[in-house]
């Protein structure tokens, strides 16, 4: 099972709609998780949190079920300026006890007029 | 001001050089990373520092050496560089100690694409 799991997309959908991504993880002792945006050549970006209680940042909502492992981001309403590549990102333990942030392979959004 | 900072931000150089990426940040940051992008567009991590202590070493060829001069600087030097180098490279902070299991997520560098010719 890959660590980090996403649906690669693309999802192609009109202004003003609503689109979720999945994600699903494979470290059941993770303690953190986030949902980073990356626009073509550039750097990933911190986007949002996600915490167990769900958490909402404008138009975009963040769930998290630690039971399942999974995790979701739901866009409403969504803006041309929407369109970038959103990568589902956890904490996990690496080699020498260290911890690093895995990112998943990204679900690319493109929001059409 | 650029919190974390990569220089060079292009690098194109034949098969078989040496050379060095650098990054900086000014945030006060703990911990210290680096990231390859490969061309799938997969983020893998490769080293994280922890004021000026290796802390992760992931499998990585040992063509690759971190170094860490200080807690704000972690740089990257590539020996004998391959075609299979190509990719983009990217420098993090975080703020968070490199072995807690808890993060406040990281930021970025720009990046530095290097191709190999």
């Known amino acids: 099972r890959k660590e980090v799991e996403q649906d690669p997309g693309p999802f192609n959908v009109p202004e003003g709609a609503t689109v979720a991504f999945n994600c699903t993880y494979s470290?059941?002792?993770?303690?953190?998780f986030f949902w980073y945006r990356q626009d073509c050549r550039k750097e990933p970006k911190l986007l949002m949190s996600?915490?167990?209680s769900g958490n909402e940042d404008g138009r975009f909502t963040a769930q998290l079920n630690r039971a399942s492992q999974y995790i979701s981001l739901l866009i409403r309403d969504s803006k041309l300026s929407d369109s970038a590549t959103y990568l589902c990102?956890?904490?996990?333990?690496?080699?020498?006890?260290?911890?690093?942030?895995?990112f998943g392979k990204g679900t690319s959004l493109l929001v059409t007029p | 001001d650029t919190a974390v900072s990569q220089t060079p931000k292009y690098l194109v150089t034949q098969m078989g050089n040496d050379k060095s990426i650098k990054c900086e940040q000014n945030?006060?940051?703990?911990?210290m990373y680096w990231y390859k992008q490969d061309s799938k567009k997969f983020l893998k991590i490769m080293f994280s520092?922890?004021?000026?202590?290796?802390?992760i070493n992931e499998t990585v060829p040992n063509r690759f050496s971190p170094k860490s001069p200080d807690k704000a600087h972690l740089n990257l030097h590539i020996n004998s560089l391959e075609l299979g180098d190509s990719a983009v490279y990217f420098c993090?902070?975080?703020?968070?100690?490199?072995?807690?299991?808890?993060?406040?997520?990281?930021?970025f560098g720009s990046g530095t694409r290097l191709t190999v010719v």
């Open positions: 990102v956890v904490n996990m333990p690496r080699s020498n006890s260290g911890y690093a942030l895995n």
């Open positions: 993090a902070s975080s703020q968070e100690w490199g072995r807690a299991g808890f993060s406040y997520g990281y930021t």
């Open positions: 996600v915490y167990s």
């Open positions: 945030l006060g940051h703990d911990t």
């Open positions: 520092y922890n004021n000026k202590e290796l802390i």
């Open positions: 470290n059941s002792a993770s303690q953190s």
